[in-house]
């Protein structure tokens, strides 16, 4: 009995035992997990710190380097800027840009989609970032008062002689398309990939990217993974750039509407159809379709820009010509203001007496600009990029604007590849600050007046967009 009692209590005692090992062995297990969390954390630190440590490199580099070609980017701005030409003329822009992108070392394409310029730099296997710059100035005389204004003047399509000047700032895309060129090529130990980088005609006339994509851009030439380009602005100061993310230009469309009557003597009006009076008619009309037909919520813009009509005081013409302009950023709001003004203008016209055969014919030209739409992620990534570059305080959101811009194009492919164009500031600071307080506008681009500021604005446009093409090339 005792020997049973024993027995009993030595089993008890051995089960108590295997329970304290497993509950020991247990402890033991979590602690080595705990181990190897904290080894993994540690770890993911170290590559976190390295690659930290790797970038802050890259971008001293970087800012080194555009330091160092800045005065050289400085003469090829200035030669851009006093020697401008207007778009489907850029024979002597688009040469210089090529020659730029062949002694760096890219393989040149010329005259793609008229003077289009597409310049290739192979670099092993890697992601393809496209970078694109804009080429062509304005029918503007420069009135800026710089030692290297533009005196230039050619004949426009009609025959007539018109002054010229880069007065919306390509000068300063293509001199920031060449640094950041320059500078990718100086790193090239540092990535791999391929550089696709774009000189663009034709952009006032939203004909050089339409051209270019028809010519095979994406399928002649290594097709993008991404799509960057910048864009002067007038109210951004120098040293500073601007993001937006979705739609940051306009859709823009030129609309042509030829108002016909039946001409007279302005002393008997009564037996004459007044196409003068019709148009007027129709301009006013044209003010509800923003306030009452399309959605508050949405922004539109429709403007008559010129009104065409008669010969003398005492003569009632034959016919009207209006000239309008349509804004939106949505292509749901395009389609419906058009196809309000066709059925409002028809309509008007009738109640009028005009018949069938004189009713107003419109023309929608097709100098049609797409909607930009900045791939949101993208624009986050590269906007980061740019606040590492250049410091946060010298970036900033910005809103949408109403001008139009044909880089939206390379966006709207089959391929939906992603892209961002952002604003480099161009004005000094001391300017944009009295402007300020003096409540006064600045001078706008298209203006006879618009003078960026060459260094601060080129090399915040070099440094942000080689930083944002080497995180891309390094990070797809």
Not at 238 to 245: C, H, Q
Request: with cysteine; glycine share 8%; net charge positive.
């Amino acid at each position: 009995m005792n020997f049973l009692v024993i027995e009993l209590k030595f089993s008890k005692l051995v089960c108590f035992y295997n329970k304290l090992l497993l509950h020991i062995m247990k402890k033991l297990i979590d602690i080595q997990r705990i181990l190897k969390f904290i080894l993994f954390i540690l770890a993911f630190s170290i590559q976190v710190h390295v690659f930290a440590q790797k970038h802050s490199v890259l971008l001293n580099k970087i800012d080194k380097i555009v330091e160092k070609e800045y005065s050289y980017l400085d003469g090829l701005y200035k030669y851009l800027h006093k020697n401008p030409e207007i778009s489907f003329q850029e024979k002597n822009t688009a040469k210089r840009i090529a020659q730029e992108l062949k002694k760096i070392g890219f393989e040149v394409t010329e005259n793609f989609g008229g003077f289009g310029v597409v310049g290739v730099f192979k670099n092993g296997s890697g992601p393809t970032i496209m970078v694109r710059a804009d080429m062509d100035a304005l029918p503007v005389k420069e009135l800026t008062g710089l030692p290297y204004a533009s005196t230039k003047t050619t004949k426009d399509d009609l025959g007539n002689e018109v002054p010229v000047m880069h007065a919306c700032g390509h000068d300063i895309h293509m001199s920031v398309l060449i640094g950041t060129a320059k500078t990718l090529v100086a790193l090239k130990s540092s990535w791999k990939g391929t550089l696709l980088f774009i000189g663009q005609p034709a952009e006032e006339r939203s004909g050089g990217a339409i051209a270019m994509l028809k010519e095979g851009l994406f399928e002649k030439f290594p097709r993008p993974d991404y799509v960057l380009s910048v864009h002067s602005s007038a109210t951004i100061a120098a040293g500073k750039v601007g993001y937006r993310e979705g739609a940051a230009l306009a859709n823009v469309d030129m609309v042509d509407i030829f108002v016909y009557g039946e001409g007279g003597h302005g002393a008997y009006p009564h037996t004459t159809k007044d196409p003068i009076v019709l148009a007027s008619r129709i301009v006013m009309s044209l003010q509800t379709i923003v306030s009452r037909v399309i959605s508050p919520f949405e922004p539109a813009v429709v403007t008559v820009g010129a009104f065409h009509a008669g010969t003398k005081h005492n003569i009632i013409p034959g016919q009207a010509h209006l000239q309008l302009t349509l804004r939106s950023y949505a292509d749901e709001v395009r389609n419906k203001t058009i196809a309000e003004i066709r059925r409002m203008v028809k309509h008007i016209a009738i109640s009028a007496g005009i018949p069938e055969n004189k009713l107003p014919k419109i023309k929608i030209r097709a100098e049609y600009t797409p909607v930009t739409l900045n791939d949101a992620k993208l624009t986050r990534r590269i906007k980061k990029v740019a606040e590492s570059m250049i410091g946060k305080e010298n970036v900033s959101d910005t809103p949408a604007v109403m001008a139009g811009e044909d880089f939206g194009r390379f966006g709207r492919t089959d391929a939906k590849i992603p892209i961002c164009l952002y604003w480099v500031g161009t004005v000094d600071p001391k300017k944009l600050a009295e402007y300020k307080k003096a409540n006064k506008q600045l001078p706008s681009l298209h203006s006879a007046y618009f003078s960026p500021v060459p260094e601060p604005s080129i090399k915040a446009g070099v440094k942000t967009m080689a930083a944002s093409v080497l995180d891309l090339l390094l990070n797809k």
